[in-house]
């Protein structure tokens, strides 16, 4: 059985090019949807293999391979975070420059902020007294987490 190798992040189309055809989906974390090369297994078990540019992130909702009969959808899972319930909106954005200074990332679901649920998390929103409790809930971060890309004037002689 061939596997599919897709290289693209995001099949470009309309959606009636889709009619008739099966959807089939990934259920991945924001972690995984970061990754750029390796061997993944849809909900209806197609296996296919990313080979993606670097610095990709796979966007939920977008179709990312299109076959005779079906097509492949990103689909975010349900993950561990951190759920904070800042008083008031100076403390939402210490938090939010405290949480982006030590470079992790950070989304927004209702009146929350969201974090990874990470260790140094904890530590971070135990030490600035603000109330947090775990949650499991899709994390799609502010951003997407595109990295800064220079351009030609910002980059020297030397690249």
């Known amino acids: 059985m061939d596997v599919p190798v897709i290289t693209e992040p995001r099949v ?36 296919v293999a990313l080979a993606l540019p670097t610095g990709s992130v796979l966007r939920i909702g977008d179709v990312i391979a299109v076959g005779d009969d079906w097509y492949l959808a990103v689909e975010a899972r349900p993950e561990p975070v951190l759920a ?3 008083r008031d909106r100076a403390e939402a954005i210490r938090v939010a420059f405290e949480v982006g200074n030590r470079h992790f990332s950070l989304a927004i679901d209702g009146e929350s902020l969201l974090v990874p649920d990470d260790v140094a998390m904890k530590i ?11 949650r499991e809930a899709i994390y799609d971060p502010i951003g997407g987490g595109h990295r800064h890309t220079p351009a030609a004037s910002e980059m020297n002689a030397d690249g």
């Open 12 to 47: 470009p189309m309309d959606a009636s090019a889709l009619a008739g055809k099966t959807r089939d989906t990934l259920r991945l974390g924001w972690e995984e949807r970061r990754w750029t090369r390796k061997r993944v297994v849809s909900t209806s078990g197609r296996t």
């Open 124 to 134: 971070l929103l135990t030490r600035l007294d603000v109330h947090w409790e775990p």
């Open 84 to 86: 904070i319930q800042p």
